[in-house]
């Protein structure tokens, strides 16, 4: 089996049943393995996931965690609650049978991106290196008052995706950034309108190909060819002097999402966005 790495990001905050009942619907369908069995809001995950009662599983106020019955693929639910929170997040990892990875991965992330309004997704197998480089880059890096980010040492994501991955949708924030025009000539092995405004791009044919030492090579030029089409201006690159392009987000605090709690003393960051937010 290999380790594989599904990541969904929405502007919601996952509080719809309907929600959860997609989510759960992709997993039963293309993922089985990774339905949940135990779940709840801390360590120990008290709760034994019951398909009668998906709305109590779909309590996500506080954020979710949940386990496979097997322990060995877990999920997590962050919701965006604070005032600098862009996106929320599903997360799912763990070992997958080799039947499901190839037949199962691509369904479930189009699936989703049909289903759920998705910003972005993505779905990945990488190695131990590529994995911890990959978690050190994260929600760091500020957009300048254009946009646009400049480059920095701190992860770049959402203001600019880190990398494009085997699997990807791309909902309407993406989708205008790139041009649907330039998402259906992408020249990648799989472009998929999945509605208007979301695509689905799968770099190569097979997920395996990022297994087998001797197919990475042919999987690399083929996912630079895609970035190099769409515009490598809106991928994080270390070295490049130019700024990144990203869509235009808000953050909770400005959509109303987040307010701060009566008698609360906030910090001077807080405090200066909520002040520029009062006087637009």
Same mark, same amino acid.
């Given at each position: 089996?290999? $380790?594989?790495?599904?990541?969904?990001?929405?502007?919601?905050?996952?509080?719809?049943?309907?929600?959860?009942?997609?989510?759960?619907? &992709?997993?039963?369908?293309?993922?089985?393995?990774?339905?949940?069995?135990?779940?709840?809001?801390?360590?120990?995950?008290?709760?034994?996931?019951?398909?009668?009662?998906?709305?109590?599983?779909?309590?996500?106020?506080?954020?979710?965690?949940?386990? *496979?019955? /097997?322990?060995?693929?877990?999920?997590?639910?962050?919701?965006?609650? !604070?005032?600098?929170?862009?996106?929320?997040?599903? +997360?799912?990892?763990?070992?997958?049978?080799?039947?499901?990875?190839?037949?199962?991965?691509?369904?479930?992330?189009?699936?989703?991106?049909?289903?759920?309004?998705?910003?972005?997704?993505?779905?990945?197998?990488?190695?131990?290196?590529?994995?911890?480089?990959?978690?050190?880059?994260?929600? $760091?890096?500020?957009?300048?008052?254009?946009?646009?980010?400049?480059?920095?040492?701190?992860?770049?994501?959402?203001?600019?995706?880190?990398?494009?991955?085997?699997?990807?949708?791309?909902?309407?924030?993406?989708?205008?950034?790139?041009?649907?025009?330039?998402?259906? +000539?992408?020249?990648? @092995?799989?472009?998929?309108?999945?509605?208007?405004?979301?695509?689905?791009?799968?770099?190569? @044919?097979?997920?395996?190909?990022?297994?087998?030492? @001797?197919?990475?090579? /042919?999987?690399?030029?083929?996912?630079?060819?895609?970035? $190099?089409?769409?515009?490598?201006?809106?991928?994080?690159?270390?070295?490049? /002097?130019?700024?990144?392009?990203?869509? &235009?987000?808000?953050?909770? &605090?400005?959509? !109303?999402?987040?307010?701060?709690?009566?008698?609360?003393?906030?910090?001077? !960051?807080?405090?200066?966005?909520?002040?520029?937010?009062? *006087?637009?």
């Amino acid at each position: 089996m290999s $380790e594989l790495r599904v990541e969904l990001f929405t502007p919601g905050i996952l509080r719809d049943q309907a929600e959860g009942r997609a989510l759960l619907d &992709a997993l039963g369908e293309h993922l089985p393995y990774w339905m949940p069995h135990r779940y709840g809001w801390s360590e120990p995950l008290r709760n034994v996931y019951d398909p009668a009662r998906p709305e109590h599983f779909w309590d996500t106020a506080h954020g979710l965690a949940f386990r *496979n019955a /097997a322990r060995n693929a877990s999920g997590e639910v962050d919701v965006r609650m !604070g005032p600098w929170d862009i996106l929320s997040k599903i +997360t799912l990892s763990g070992r997958v049978p080799r039947s499901q990875l190839e037949s199962g991965t691509g369904p479930f992330l189009s699936q989703c991106g049909r289903a759920l309004d998705l910003t972005y997704a993505m779905a990945h197998i990488f190695t131990e290196r590529q994995a911890a480089d990959y978690y050190r880059l994260w929600f $760091e890096t500020a957009p300048s008052d254009d946009g646009t980010v400049r480059n920095a040492a701190q992860g770049p994501f959402p203001h600019c995706l880190r990398d494009l991955y085997w699997a990807n949708v791309f909902g309407p924030p993406y989708t205008e950034l790139f041009g649907a025009s330039r998402l259906r +000539t992408a020249p990648a @092995a799989v472009v998929t309108e999945l509605r208007p405004g979301y695509f689905y791009l799968q770099v190569t @044919a097979s997920i395996r190909d990022l297994t087998d030492a @001797a197919t990475v090579p /042919a999987y690399q030029a083929a996912r630079d060819a895609v970035k $190099e089409h769409l515009g490598p201006e809106c991928f994080y690159d270390p070295a490049a /002097a130019t700024p990144r392009r990203a869509p &235009a987000f808000r953050t909770a &605090a400005e959509e !109303g999402l987040w307010k701060p709690r009566e008698g609360v003393t906030l910090g001077p !960051g807080v405090q200066e966005l909520l002040d520029r937010i009062a *006087n637009r």
